[in-house]
């Protein structure tokens, strides 16, 4: 991969990064030099498969692979542990692994164990991943603690009362998590994408839920994980330090 240096040899961490919005994070981060570690919950050949890239025509490893379910604590202490034996000191750390509903269920119709299920990967997930962050980024310059959530906490749409709840929550966690990190030069924000052409989004959706998207926003599209990636890693960079306790909807225009 090509190694364009602006966040050379910084160390980060992306979580869920084995497809998706991820998966295009983590390739992004290694082209701008960084050295990765991938997350994954289940996916160990997607995940190699990112990582492979990351190392192709490189001398030394700058990406592995960490099998770790980010709703338990031990698990994403291990994950920053493998982090700091293999590359050092953590830099950077997105936060980008999430469930959603697929059914797009109505608040009325909703399981106890589907809130559950969801609140536990993307809100106590973030919580725990934030936490560990806040206490081993690197403090004094390049800290970055960076939450993917979602622009469903702004256009509110039906369906989504319980994945819209939960990264709700963190918009509000991070926010107040940077203020907290005064005096630490770590920042802390949140990148809120709109409908994306992945998995994630297109599962259970019909021709016409996708094309509803597609007329709701400006640019009459759905987002590519190429439009979310670069706008990450410049919030994981120096130029982007200026950025801070803020929700930025790379959406498009969808709201």
């Known amino acids: 991969m090509a190694d364009q240096s602006s966040l050379k040899d910084r160390v980060a961490i992306v979580t869920g990064a084995s497809r998706g919005i991820g998966r295009e994070i983590a390739l992004h981060l290694g082209r701008k030099g960084a050295k990765v570690v991938i997350n994954y919950a289940g996916s160990a050949e997607k995940a190699e498969e990112v990582a ?3 190392n192709k025509g490189t001398d030394t490893v700058r ?3 960490c099998k770790a379910d980010i709703s338990k604590a031990i698990e994403v202490r291990k994950l920053f542990d493998v982090a700091e034996e293999t590359f050092g000191a953590v830099h950077i750390l997105v936060n980008n692994a999430g469930i959603a509903d697929t059914k797009l269920t109505p ?8 809130w559950e299920s ?14 560990e962050a806040a206490n081993r980024v690197v403090k004094g310059g390049g800290g970055r603690i960076i939450n993917l959530t979602s622009s469903i906490v702004a256009s509110l749409k039906p369906g989504n009362a319980t994945y819209g709840a939960s990264k709700a929550a963190v918009e509000t966690m991070t926010k107040i998590l ?4 005064r005096s630490t030069k770590i920042t802390a924000n949140c990148v809120a994408p709109g409908p994306v052409a992945t998995d994630m989004f297109l599962t259970g959706r019909s ?7 597609v007329e709701a926003a400006p640019l009459q599209r759905l987002g590519e994980v190429t439009d979310v990636a670069p706008f990450v890693a410049f919030l994981a960079s120096d ?7 803020q929700v930025v909807r790379v959406n498009g225009g969808y709201v």
């Open 52 to 54: 492979s890239t990351i």
């Open 63 to 65: 990406a592995v692979t």
């Open 107 to 114: 608040l009325a119709e909703t399981p106890e164990e589907l």
């Open 118 to 131: 969801i609140f536990s990967v993307n809100c106590k997930g973030a919580f725990l991943c934030s936490r």
């Open 178 to 181: 940077a203020k907290e990190l």
């Open 207 to 213: 021709d016409d839920d996708i094309q509803r998207a």
């Open 239 to 245: 130029e982007g330090e200026w950025v801070n306790a």
